[in-house]
């Protein structure tokens, strides 16, 4: 039976539950804003709290008969060539753990690209799951990871048969995309499921020219924010699944662990209305975003001293497989000016919020909402910058280490670590320690060192130059880095 996409369940469902008239004696306490403070009222509007209602009880009724979210979920699903879908209202934080208890039990084995999020670590050791670490693609010259290559998935699954599957982030934060079609294949001839962390890819689906996403390129799980590249609110994150290697019943069982049980009515509205959006008018939508996008990039590409990168910085041998243009990354090493500073300088004179920033690179993430008008503000602000380099240059710099010694040897595993006897140590006196916590330079939210890890210099020097060149690194016990946490009695 074909599905409608013109409709849109929770959104049709929270206008129906207005039009009732529904007197709600139950969650949340402002009552549709009758109660909430005046003050908030004006900063966030009503329309917050005429949405914000339960999802059973509420805009379902008790026993959720009316299968609101049940069938904005099989038209998410349809959207996307997917077999099952799932709602989050915690974020791809919570859905990427889901599908990876789902793949591998406790103590189970899972091959994990080393360039995750900290959400899989965070997954790692509340699930006590032993992660086989698959390296990146590194590009020396300009100190950047892109996704591992399938040949190093194989290798790991020939050296660690008994792993469960794989977990691969793709397209990364800076648009670089793995070969998944080719990861797939490696997964099934072993009959292993393959998870893609495509939180930055939930546009994918709806346009030809951009990369190939996770469902149609054989992947068994993904997991997408709706609020990153798209149109929904934040914390609003989708996870799908397809073929027969993953039960959707044990895939729900672990969402409902890790869920809320007070999901955000206003989330799922945006995620629905997100899909109804893409569906009717997506195609459109993206050609207007990548024509954007390619306006500015050759925009910036002409300001002196700046140079963004495109697939061909980006692709080939020992690189990325495709990229997604609309991360516009901008590498400012010709202008001598750090990736802190320039965000920084940014946002204090020109009231400009950059998607992500680095020691030599900036980046502007640009969506189907942008158009000429928005471009045109950055490229003010982008030639203000260059006008001012003389002012931004020198500072602290950041002693990025070779990738080899970007690497740390798993010592301990990062559950064990994690809630080990730990004791606090000055930075230069935890070379050879062992870590008990994250330190993850924020944007993009890559930890460099990991709980289990022996800490050595390179990598200290690393966190310690580049934050006192800018960079954040808010997990940290001490976010300064004067001391750093580490397990007591290893090391």
Partial sequence: MSLDHAEAPVLEALAAYHDRDELAFTPPGHKQARGADPEVRKVLGDAVFLGDVLASGGLDERRTRGRVLERAEELMADAVHADHTFFSTCGSSLSVKAAMLTVAAPHEKLLVSRDAHKSVVAGLILCGIEPVWIDPQWDRTRHLAHPPSPEAYEKAFAAHPDAKGALVTSPTPYGAAADLR???????????????????????????????????????????????????????????????????????????????????????????????QMVLHGERLMTHALEVAATARESVEAIDGMHVNDAADFCGQDAAADLDPL?????????????????????????????????????????????????????????????????????????????????????????????????????????????????????????????????????????????????????????????????????
């Fill in 327 to 491: 991360p516009m990354v901008i590498d400012l090493s010709e202008l001598g000016v750090s990736g802190y500073r320039a965000a920084d300088w940014l946002r204090e004179h020109h009231h400009i919020d950059l998607h992500l920033f680095d020691h030599r690179r900036i980046s502007a993430q640009i969506t189907h909402a942008d158009d000429a008008t928005t471009v045109a503000r950055l490229l003010d602000a982008l030639r203000s910058l260059a006008d001012h380099r003389d002012e931004l240059t020198g500072g602290v710099r950041v002693e990025v280490p070779a990738p080899e010694d970007l690497r740390m040897g798993q010592a301990v595993l990062p559950r064990d670590a994690f809630f080990a006897r730990t004791e606090d140590v000055p930075l230069a006196g935890a070379v050879g320690r062992v870590a008990a916590e994250m330190m993850t330079p924020y944007p993009p939210g890559i930890p460099v060192v990991l709980p289990g890890e022996r800490l050595t210099e390179p990598v200290l020097a690393y966190l310690r130059t580049g934050v006192d060149a800018g960079m954040n690194v808010p997990d940290a016990t001490d976010p300064g880095l004067g001391t750093v946490r580490v397990v007591r009695g290893e090391g």
């Fill in 182 to 276: 080719a990861l797939a294949e490696v997964c099934h001839r072993r009959s292993r499921p393959l998870i893609v962390d495509e939180a930055w890819g939930a546009h994918l689906p709806f346009h030809p020219d951009l990369p190939s996403w996770a469902m149609d390129a054989g992947a068994d799980i993904c997991v997408t924010s709706i609020h990153k590249m798209g149109s929904g609110l934040e914390q609003g994150s989708v996870f799908h699944l397809q073929g027969d290697l993953v039960d959707p019943a044990a895939l729900a069982l672990r969402a409902d662990l890790l869920g809320t049980t007070s999901p955000s009515v206003l989330l799922y509205a945006g995620i629905d209305g997100w899909r109804r």
